[in-house]
């Protein structure tokens, strides 16, 4: 990891990011997580039982990576375990969000795994987005379920849940996360239409591979698009 930012710096980028999600639909009221990495093993984290388009700096809590509260007076939320899973698994992450994405969320619910090579973008900004296997909220069974797609993909969908992504830094981690709901709902539109997706080629697919290995600094998370039918 490079420079971190300051406690300060990162406090206001978490509450910015809860703007942002809240005001694009991505959650509502209290729905979702946003955790930002200030050191080795330290993160900013927003606090339960309040809504990500009122946050303020002081209802954040700062923790290590066990899970152990290091500074803040609000409780942090249970599902910061999965956070903290990510970070555990991929030493390369420094921003983390959970949200609510209603049309992305729809293909957590029919567990169907967003994985073709129909759409440029979504191959070079997310990759394939996995559905990871149904965990009650807040229990330990979340990370576990989270675990297998920390290092070799961007984000997942949680089944009958909502979504996580990840980046190198909090910013990607939310772009990610606008990425995955413009991208379904695209694919869902298409799908609508009841004709067939045309799908890229193989040396077309590669092209936008390397430009995401390219774009990510070397990383290759994201794994290949299939060419099944829709």
Request: hydrophobic content about 40%; some cysteine; aromatic content about 8%.
């Amino acid at each position: 990891m490079g420079k971190y930012l300051s406690d300060k710096k990162a406090k206001e980028l978490i509450c910015e990011i809860g703007r942002r999600v809240f005001d694009r639909g991505l959650v509502a009221a209290n729905d979702g997580n946003i955790t930002l990495r200030v050191g080795e093993r330290e993160v900013w984290a927003t606090p339960t039982g309040v809504s990500k388009g009122y946050m303020t700096p002081e209802m954040l809590v700062k923790m290590d990576f066990d899970g152990n509260v290091l500074e803040g007076t609000w409780t942090p939320s249970s599902e910061v375990k999965m956070h903290l899973r990510v970070y555990n698994e991929n030493k390369a992450v420094g921003g983390t969000v959970h949200a609510h994405p209603p049309t992305a969320t729809a293909y957590a619910i029919t567990g169907e795994w967003i994985d073709q090579p129909v759409f440029a973008e979504a191959i070079v900004m997310l990759g394939v987005v996995p559905v990871a296997s149904y965990a009650t909220p807040g229990t330990q069974a979340v990370p576990d379920s989270v675990a297998p797609y920390c290092k070799d993909y961007n984000c997942c969908l949680l089944a009958a849940h909502g979504a996580l992504t990840w980046g190198a830094d909090l910013m990607q981690a939310y772009y990610r996360m606008e990425a995955l709901e413009h991208f379904a709902k695209i694919h869902m539109a298409a799908v609508g239409l009841q004709k067939p997706a045309q799908m890229l080629t193989e040396s077309q697919v590669d092209e936008l591979l390397a430009i995401r290995e390219r774009v990510n600094n070397g990383s290759k998370a994201g794994q290949i698009p299939s060419n099944r039918e829709v």
